[in-house]
Protein backbone atom coordinates (compact mmCIF):
# COMPACT_ATOMS: atom_id res chain seq x y z
CA UNK A 1 0.00 0.00 0.00
CA UNK A 2 1.41 3.58 -0.81
CA UNK A 3 1.99 6.08 1.78
CA UNK A 4 2.43 9.83 1.36
CA UNK A 5 4.19 11.07 4.39
CA UNK A 6 4.06 14.61 5.12
CA UNK A 7 6.66 16.53 7.52
CA UNK A 8 7.65 19.90 8.72
CA UNK A 9 4.79 20.91 10.28
CA UNK A 10 4.62 22.85 13.88
CA UNK A 11 3.89 25.97 16.02
CA UNK A 12 5.13 29.40 14.62
CA UNK A 13 4.33 32.79 14.74
CA UNK A 14 2.67 35.34 12.71
CA UNK A 15 5.18 36.29 10.19
CA UNK A 16 7.31 33.43 10.26
CA UNK A 17 8.12 30.65 8.33
CA UNK A 18 7.54 26.80 7.63
CA UNK A 19 8.54 23.99 4.96
CA UNK A 20 6.73 21.02 4.45
CA UNK A 21 7.73 17.98 2.86
CA UNK A 22 5.95 15.21 1.01
CA UNK A 23 7.37 11.90 -0.15
CA UNK A 24 5.68 8.54 -1.72
CA UNK A 25 6.80 5.20 0.19
CA UNK A 26 7.59 4.51 -3.01
CA UNK A 27 6.78 5.01 -6.65
CA UNK A 28 3.23 6.16 -7.95
CA UNK A 29 2.76 4.94 -11.49
CA UNK A 30 0.59 7.23 -13.35
CA UNK A 31 1.12 10.37 -11.72
CA UNK A 32 0.21 13.68 -13.16
CA UNK A 33 -0.15 16.13 -10.20
CA UNK A 34 0.84 16.37 -6.84
CA UNK A 35 -1.04 19.11 -4.51
CA UNK A 36 -1.25 20.45 -1.01
CA UNK A 37 -4.12 20.57 0.71
CA UNK A 38 -5.40 22.04 3.90
CA UNK A 39 -8.55 22.08 6.66
CA UNK A 40 -9.48 24.32 9.04
CA UNK A 41 -11.57 23.23 12.34
CA UNK A 42 -14.93 23.60 10.91
CA UNK A 43 -13.99 24.26 7.30
CA UNK A 44 -14.14 22.05 4.15
CA UNK A 45 -10.81 20.48 2.63
CA UNK A 46 -9.53 23.52 0.08
CA UNK A 47 -6.83 23.24 -2.42
CA UNK A 48 -3.74 25.53 -1.74
CA UNK A 49 -1.60 24.62 -4.15
CA UNK A 50 -0.78 22.49 -6.78
CA UNK A 51 2.60 21.61 -9.72
CA UNK A 52 1.76 19.76 -12.21
CA UNK A 53 3.99 17.24 -14.33
CA UNK A 54 4.50 19.87 -16.98
CA UNK A 55 5.49 22.25 -13.92
CA UNK A 56 2.04 24.06 -14.30
CA UNK A 57 1.75 25.47 -10.52
CA UNK A 58 -1.95 26.95 -9.01
CA UNK A 59 -2.40 28.73 -5.86
CA UNK A 60 -5.38 29.66 -4.17
CA UNK A 61 -5.90 33.31 -3.55
CA UNK A 62 -5.27 33.29 -0.24
CA UNK A 63 -1.50 31.98 -0.78
CA UNK A 64 -0.35 33.58 -3.46
CA UNK A 65 3.04 35.80 -3.57
CA UNK A 66 3.64 33.94 0.24
CA UNK A 67 3.83 30.31 -0.53
CA UNK A 68 5.34 28.31 -3.41
CA UNK A 69 5.36 24.58 -4.27
CA UNK A 70 8.25 22.42 -5.62
CA UNK A 71 9.00 18.85 -6.16
CA UNK A 72 9.37 15.76 -8.76
CA UNK A 73 6.70 14.57 -9.86
CA UNK A 74 8.47 11.18 -11.06
CA UNK A 75 9.72 10.83 -7.82
CA UNK A 76 6.68 11.40 -5.62
CA UNK A 77 7.94 14.47 -4.09
CA UNK A 78 6.47 17.75 -3.29
CA UNK A 79 7.55 20.67 -0.93
CA UNK A 80 5.28 23.84 0.46
CA UNK A 81 7.29 26.81 1.53
CA UNK A 82 5.15 29.09 3.45
CA UNK A 83 5.98 32.46 3.89
CA UNK A 84 4.76 35.50 6.13
CA UNK A 85 2.67 33.37 7.40
CA UNK A 86 -1.13 34.51 9.25
CA UNK A 87 -3.30 32.73 11.54
CA UNK A 88 -5.86 32.10 9.32
CA UNK A 89 -3.34 29.73 7.63
CA UNK A 90 -3.74 27.45 10.46
CA UNK A 91 -5.17 23.93 9.55
CA UNK A 92 -4.01 20.29 8.90
CA UNK A 93 -2.02 20.07 5.62
CA UNK A 94 -2.67 17.49 3.85
CA UNK A 95 -0.62 16.09 0.98
CA UNK A 96 -1.71 14.72 -2.49
CA UNK A 97 -0.51 12.69 -5.21
CA UNK A 98 -3.46 12.35 -8.52
CA UNK A 99 -2.92 9.82 -11.33
CA UNK A 100 -5.15 8.87 -13.65
CA UNK A 101 -6.73 5.59 -11.79
CA UNK A 102 -6.90 7.55 -8.16
CA UNK A 103 -5.80 9.87 -5.66
CA UNK A 104 -3.62 9.37 -2.90
CA UNK A 105 -3.81 11.22 0.36
CA UNK A 106 -1.54 11.61 3.49
CA UNK A 107 -2.37 11.64 6.86
CA UNK A 108 -1.70 15.12 7.32
CA UNK A 109 0.51 17.60 9.28
CA UNK A 110 -0.73 20.47 11.48
CA UNK A 111 0.35 24.06 10.71
CA UNK A 112 -0.54 26.63 13.77
CA UNK A 113 0.27 29.94 13.58
CA UNK A 114 -0.31 32.11 16.67
CA UNK A 115 1.44 34.24 18.97
Known amino acids: QVQLVESGGGLVQPGGSLRLSCAASRSIDSTYAMGWYRQAPGKQRELVAR???????NYADSVKGRFAISGDIAENTVYLQMNSLKPEDTAVYYC?????????WGQGTQVTVSA
Open 51 to 57: ITSSRRL
Open 96 to 104: AAETTRREY
